[in-house]
């Protein structure tokens, strides 16, 4: 399995961003799909989950209420939308099913 992350970038505090994992060399609908992030000097720690049908969800208490993750097994990819965003959610994010991690994109929130 290949994971291929996009859509990181600058953006102000209170702003949005959308990051993007496209998924290849797997069967898409057998996959659980994560986003972990891994800011400076800190641990990585998974922030979002969907199960394989995508009927459930999981964020952690940093993000509840402000990221969405989805997915979409068309385009086979796997999605992070996050709004009202904090300095503190500055971080490489990655992408990760099971044993594979795609190479991570770098989100920037300015003050």
């Known amino acids: 399995v290949q994971l291929q992350a996009s859509g990181g970038g600058v953006v102000e505090a209170g702003g949005s961003l959308r990051v993007s994992c496209k998924v290849s060399g797997g069967i898409f609908s057998r996959l659980g799909l994560s986003w972990f992030r891994q800011a400076p000097g800190k641990n990585r720690e998974l922030v979002a989950a969907?199960?394989?049908?995508?009927?459930?969800?999981y964020y952690s208490d940093a993000v509840k209420a402000r990221f969405t993750i989805s997915r979409d097994g068309a385009e086979k990819t796997v999605d992070l939308q996050m709004n009202s965003l904090k300095p503190e959610d500055t971080a490489i994010y990655y992408c990760n099913s099971y044993s594979w991690w795609g190479q991570g994109t770098l989100v920037t929130v300015s003050s």
């Open positions: 969907i199960s394989r049908n995508g009927k459930s969800t």
